[in-house]
């Protein structure tokens, strides 16, 4: 059974940069399609990017388009979330999640949390000065 673990967490002033890695255990991550998502205090958590199952496709909420990379490395069992030039805005709990169906991450359609039924605990970024 897939789990997966988020790291990279932590307090970073504006502007600054940090990187998010998905550690998958109990199957291959290369089986599924992976999203992050995020959830601010008293936000509903929203769909920040996904990678297709060889990566070839990705997809980020508007945002966040130019300012963060998603990555995935299936030798490693890891997807990564390079978020760089933060900003306040961007504190939240980060999550990644899996789903199996190839076609979840498609360019230009949203990243919904109902369509990913795997989760991680989440990991804590602060943006703050």
């Known amino acids: 059974q897939l789990q997966l673990v988020e790291s990279g967490g932590g307090l970073v002033q504006p502007g600054g940069s940090l990187r998010l890695s998905c550690a998958a255990s109990?199957?291959?991550?290369?089986?599924?399609?992976v999203g992050w998502f995020r959830q601010a205090p008293g936000k509903e958590r929203e769909g920040v990017s996904c990678?297709?199952?060889?990566?070839?496709?990705?997809e980020y909420v508007e945002s966040v388009k130019g300012r963060f990379t998603i990555s995935r490395d299936n030798a490693n069992n890891t997807v990564y979330l390079q978020m760089d030039a933060l900003k306040p805005d961007d504190t939240a709990i980060y999550y990644c999640?899996?789903?199996?169906?190839?076609?979840?991450?498609?360019?230009?359609?949203?990243?919904?949390?109902?369509?990913?039924?795997?989760w991680g605990q989440g990991t804590q970024v602060t943006v703050s000065s």
């Open positions: 999640a899996a789903d199996s169906y190839s076609f979840r991450c498609r360019a230009g359609s949203p990243i919904l949390t109902a369509d990913f039924p795997t």
């Open positions: 990678i297709s199952k060889f990566g070839a496709e990705t």
């Open positions: 109990g199957s291959q991550l290369g089986w599924y399609v």
